[in-house]
């Protein structure tokens, strides 16, 4: 019942966008989505909830599809900061905070 | 805000040995909480989760078990620990179905 994430990895010069996926196979209530540094604790970017609006961070934003239980982050004009590992979390209701397997986004200068 | 102790940050333990890590919640009441495993260069695998006072959901059968007693605490347990225990443990905790806020981990060495 984990999340699926797509891709694994990704790496992208400054400036750069790339996109996250995440899709679930249960109904979903809401999707979060985290960003990890290498050793350090995850950090909260984002929180979709069913109904909601596609939500934005500076340059990173995300939408959710709740028919198709699908949810993606967008990483417009990257920055190095931006390098880390994402996760995304699902909710069905039921509390119960799923992770997915992440995705390692490498940004170059 | 919401802010998640937990400790300690490491701990090397030998194979056998029982294991005890804590996990309290400050600024908030009746706040749902959870422990996730990461194995190195892994996703965030959730072991358990409680929405409240005694109430403990297990996600994945193992050397692991862990309580509630008050409102506000989480303790992850073991009797006695495998090698295949090792890893950062991560507490994390939410009101709701709002964001979550982790804790900054314990990194455990089973030898």
């Known amino acids: 019942q984990q999340p699926v994430q797509s891709p694994q990895a990704v790496i992208l010069r400054e400036g750069e966008d790339a996109v996250i996926n995440c899709s679930s196979s249960?109904?979903?209530?809401?999707v979060h989505w985290y960003r990890q540094k290498h050793g350090e604790a995850p950090v909260f970017l984002m929180i979709l909830l069913k109904g909601g609006e596609q939500k934005g961070h500076e340059k990173i934003s995300a939408s959710f599809n709740e028919k198709k239980q699908q949810s993606s982050l967008y990483l417009t004009a990257s920055q190095l900061s931006y390098s880390g590992t994402y996760f995304c979390?699902?909710?069905?209701?039921?509390?119960?905070?799923?992770f997915g397997a992440g995705t390692t986004v490498t940004v170059r200068a | 805000s919401q802010t998640i102790h937990q400790w300690p940050a490491t701990l090397v333990q030998p194979v056998g040995s029982p294991l005890s890590l804590e996990c309290t919640v400050e600024?908030?009441?009746?706040?749902?909480l959870y422990w996730y495993r990461q194995a190195a260069g892994r996703g965030l695998q959730l072991l358990f989760y409680s929405v409240g006072i005694g109430q403990i959901s297990s996600e994945v059968p193992q050397n692991l078990s862990a309580s509630r007693p008050q409102d506000r605490q989480f303790i992850l347990s073991s009797k006695k620990l495998l090698l295949s225990d090792s890893g950062f443990y991560l507490c994390a905790g939410n009101r709701g179905q709002a964001e979550a806020f982790f804790g900054q981990g314990t990194r455990l060495t089973v030898v």
């Open positions: 979390g699902t909710e069905g209701g039921d509390y119960k905070l799923s």
């Open positions: 600024g908030t009441s009746n706040p749902n």
């Open positions: 249960k109904a979903l209530y809401s």
